[in-house]
């Protein structure tokens, strides 16, 4: 596919919303960016992945699913992390700070990915090409989810309703936190 091209018009929409967003910031008397709650947050999501993935790699039970079930507290921490620490520092807006917000940001490579790929697929491509079909891979979760009407529609994609509320939590929880998973079954 070839990529979109956008007209730039004089009045756009883009400059229209960041006027609203900040006269609104300015009437609620709040900063656009991280507070005391979102700190707070920040520092217990952190304190529990290190003190879940610590207690799963030096004090393993011997009580699999209680193993599996931590596995699984571990992969929503990690998922947390993601949608919280790290997606608002990729945008600027954990901090005012830009080093806090690189600090933020790089809390996905500790996480086991990489910050710099993810700022350009979701920084530059989604929210240049956002629900595009072939240029915004966001939409590209076939075969078990239909995103958008040039996709081919498949019968059992009715149930993507209740796919697509655990698809993200899989991908995550699979993607960072099975090679722990399997050591501790490969443990017992």
């Known amino acids: 596919m070839v990529t979109p091209k956008f007209l730039t018009p004089t009045n756009s929409f883009r400059s229209e919303l960041r006027r609203r967003t900040n006269e609104y910031f300015e009437q609620i008397k709040s900063k656009p960016t991280g507070n005391i709650k979102l700190y707070s947050k920040a520092i217990i999501l952190v304190v529990g992945f290190v003190a879940t993935y610590v207690h799963l790699v030096f004090f393993t039970s011997n009580i699999l699913i209680l193993d599996l079930f931590e596995c699984v507290v571990l992969g929503a921490f990690t998922s947390a992390?993601?949608?919280?620490?790290?997606?608002?520092?990729?945008?600027?807006?954990?901090?005012?700070?830009?080093?806090?917000?690189?600090?933020?940001?790089?809390?996905?490579?500790?996480?086991?990915?990489?910050?710099?790929?993810?700022?350009?697929?979701?920084?530059?491509?989604?929210?240049?090409?956002?629900?595009?079909?072939?240029?915004?891979?966001?939409?590209?979760?076939?075969?078990?989810?239909r995103l958008c009407e040039s996709q081919k529609n498949i019968k059992f994609i009715a149930f993507s309703i209740f796919i697509f509320g655990l698809y993200t939590h899989c991908f995550i929880y699979f993607g960072y936190s099975l090679p722990i998973t399997k050591n501790i079954l490969l443990k017992k």
């Open 81 to 145: 992390i993601g949608f919280n620490i790290m997606h608002d520092g990729a945008h600027g807006s954990f901090s005012q700070q830009k080093w806090l917000n690189d600090v933020a940001s790089l809390s996905l490579n500790v996480l086991g990915a990489n910050v710099f790929m993810w700022k350009t697929k979701h920084n530059v491509v989604h929210h240049a090409y956002t629900n595009v079909d072939g240029v915004d891979d966001d939409l590209n979760a076939r075969p078990f989810l």
